[in-house]
């Protein structure tokens, strides 16, 4: 097949399913500031070096991940990314942002980001590793960390500890 040129002009709307595909060393430069070159894709630049390469400006989130509706989210509901080492679904991690109650109940605009690995052994779910709450507190090895830091296990310091509160033996 020869090279073919695809322009958009004005509003592009489209109701078909899939998306474009670029074979070749041709691309796709658009207005708005994407550009698809060699396989990558650009936003905000001319040339990416990457498979994805977002350029902004300081002081601007330039990533938003967020659900398709404010409706019906359910404890434990998540938006985020995942990172895979194969192409199945095992030796992942991601990064999540959960629910913590169901809507209708007030409280679930306090969700936690939560770190997941899975063990190389396993094919199963990920487990979370560490957990940041939307008041502050960090869990290691929990998700429901009660205090600024909550370690769930053995921890070991190679340097020093330095405790500069009031400490209480139990």
Known sequence: LAPATFYVSGVASSSFEGGI????????????????SAGNVGIGMTYPANKVTVQTEFNVDALNIKPNSDSGILAGD?????????NSNDYMGAIRLLSKYASGIGEYL?????FFTENVDSAGSPLERLSILSGGNIGIA?????????VHGFA???????????????
Request: no cysteine.
């Open 110 to 114: 306090q969700p936690r980001l939560g």
């Open 78 to 86: 998540y938006v985020g990314i995942k990172f895979q080492m194969r």
């Open 156 to 170: 070991n310091i190679a340097g020093n500890l330095n405790i500069s509160a009031t400490s209480t033996a139990t």
């Open 142 to 150: 929990t998700t429901v960390p009660g205090t600024i830091l909550d």
């Open 21 to 36: 595909n670029v074979k070749g060393n041709g691309g796709i430069t658009s207005a708005s500031g994407l550009i698809v």
